[in-house]
């Protein structure tokens, strides 16, 4: 069995957090690739990279900067994760969720995450930004859950339910925010997969059938983990690409690096508008 990080690890990296600043931010945020830029607006912000946290695993993905910043948005203290951690990096989901366990701790109460998927639902399209009202966590599903192990009873119980892992308060909040704003959105559901490659054609046509409208490498896991220790969640998709049933489709990175500025300014958007009115 894979070994957990434990609790004492967990406020080793809370302790280390903390002799660098005194806020103890109510608001979580996970900037996905491509977002990383939106952290650089943090007001008041101190910004620790990842490699400087006892414990703490360092994102090798080109896009994902890798640094935590705590500081300011919108008036809220905001403790954001500038790039994220995936499974195919070789990391442990305990790893993988450490960030989400480190908010817990610090007195989150609300996680935003956002990721960049590829479009399986048929009115998709490159740019679009999609609220997340529910998941399939695949991974989760055969044995790869980031629960997997000993409860860990301080954050939550062994069999946490799982119906409400996007915050309807929240979610009605995205909306009317995107609505007043003039932002389109999708709404649907987000299939989260190990990865790094990216789906065959019949892994697409399956997916779709089962009820996934965007599909991406990460996201579930952390919320999973949010939601076993009563975090509240908003989860948002940037579709990057189409992810086509059909064979001999391969997006480029320069479609994908224009959906990405199509995405950012609709994201943008939608979060600091959220949490101003939080
Ligand atoms: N599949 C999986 N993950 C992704 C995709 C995709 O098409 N696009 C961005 N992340």
Do not use: C
């Not at 900037?31 to 414990?55: Q, Y």
């Not at 939550?156 to 389109?184: H, N, S």
Request: no cysteine; hydrophobic share 40%.
């Amino acid at each position: 069995m894979q070994k957990n990080l434990t609790i004492k690890e967990i406020d080793e990296v809370v302790a280390a957090i903390l002799s660098k600043t005194e806020v103890k931010p109510r608001i979580g945020m996970v900037l996905g690739s491509g977002l990383s830029h939106f952290a650089e607006s943090v007001e008041n912000a101190i910004s620790i990279p990842f490699g400087d946290l006892p414990h703490w695993p360092v994102s090798t993905v080109k896009g994902h900067a890798g640094k935590l910043i705590i500081g300011q948005l919108q008036g809220q203290d905001v403790f954001v994760m500038q790039g994220r951690i995936h499974f195919y990096e070789g990391y442990t989901m305990s790893q993988v969720t450490l960030p989400v366990r480190v908010m817990q701790r610090m007195g989150v109460e609300i996680m935003i995450v956002t990721n960049a998927a590829g479009g399986i639902a048929d009115e998709h399209q490159p740019g679009d930004v999609m609220l997340i009202t529910d998941h399939i966590n695949f991974p989760g599903l055969i044995g790869n859950s980031p629960l997997h192990g000993p409860n860990l009873d301080d954050f939550g119980p062994r069999f946490p339910d799982m119906t409400q892992a996007y915050d309807p308060e929240l979610l009605d909040l995205a909306r009317k925010i995107a609505k007043e704003e003039g932002v389109p959105i999708h709404e649907g559901v987000y299939m989260g997969l190990s990865g790094p490659s990216f789906e065959t054609p019949a892994e697409l046509r399956f997916l779709k059938m089962i009820g996934a409208d965007t599909v991406g490498m990460s996201t579930v896991t952390e919320v999973s983990v949010a939601r076993h220790g009563g975090t509240r969640v908003l989860g948002l998709s940037g579709i990057s690409n189409k992810a086509h049933t059909e064979l001999s489709f391969v997006a480029s990175h320069e479609d994908v690096l224009e959906a990405g500025k199509q995405i950012v300014p609709k994201m943008e958007t939608i979060i600091r508008g959220v949490l101003r009115s939080l």
